[in-house]
């Protein structure tokens, strides 16, 4: 029996993984625009995109920045049973903010973006970096981000004074990306987390339960500023 080449291949493993979100719902569309809510929970608009509506592809990559993080004192989580109470040091590190574009090869203007975050830490005296992962944030989930890192950057959380009050986490999740204001104690920090794997349960997680970089709660203002550069890229991008 005659094997199938690459390409017949690739268009069927696509095929499965449509016929599989079609099944969760009736109403997903394939020319292009966001999967419905069933679809999202598994997969970014963009990567639904790229997989059923780009191809021929084109995918660019575009640095924008990135923040450092330095090595600190971890938040110390009461009650949860876990090692790093007060006084381990976090590892420095380095957040990378991305914009991602794609679109059908010759077709300029169905073009899609998203906002990648790729997190890694010190390895070794080299100052090389261990990838702790990345994440995909959609380009419409960019400014409701922005806008809650500013509002966090300027908030203070819980109740002053009230002993019984062990954490407070403020967060946004989306996708594969996810960012917050913790406060444990009197301690207070950022954070960035990306998804491992299970993305429908990703905003269930406690902060402890993922692996996080972060930062003091003054350098949020340092993640917001980040976002801000990666909608100003796609605006640009857009207008070119």
């Not at 993984?17 to 608009?45: F, K, N, Q, Y």
Request: aromatic share 8%; proline share 6%.
């Amino acid at each position: 029996m005659a094997r199938p080449d690459a390409a017949s291949f690739r268009a069927f493993s696509v095929a499965l993984l449509l016929a599989a979100a079609w099944a969760r719902s009736p109403d997903a569309r394939a020319d292009g625009s966001p999967p419905p809510a069933g679809v999202a929970e598994t997969v970014s608009h963009f990567e639904y995109f790229v997989l059923a509506n780009c191809s021929p592809c084109v995918r660019e990559l575009y640095l924008v920045g990135t923040v450092s993080a330095p090595a600190m004192n971890s938040p110390a989580f009461a009650g949860v049973g876990r090692a790093s109470a007060a006084g381990a040091t976090t590892r420095p590190g380095e957040m990378r903010f991305e914009v991602l574009r794609a679109y059908p090869a010759g077709q300029e203007s169905r073009q899609r973006f998203a906002m990648r975050v790729v997190l890694g830490v010190s390895a070794g005296a080299e100052a090389t970096l261990y990838p702790l992962g990345s994440g995909l944030l959609d380009e419409e989930e960019i400014p409701v981000l922005a806008d809650a890192l500013s509002r966090w950057s300027n908030t203070s959380f819980g109740a002053p004074g009230d002993a019984s009050l062990q954490m407070v986490d403020a967060e946004f999740h989306a996708d594969s990306v996810r960012m917050g204001a913790l406060r444990t104690g009197n301690e207070s920090f950022a954070y960035v987390q990306v998804a491992q794997g299970d993305t429908a349960r990703f905003g269930m997680k406690q902060v402890w339960e993922l692996p996080a970089m972060y930062l003091p709660a003054r350098d949020m203002t340092l993640l917001e500023q980040a976002v801000q550069k990666v909608q100003a890229k796609i605006r640009a991008l857009r207008g070119r």
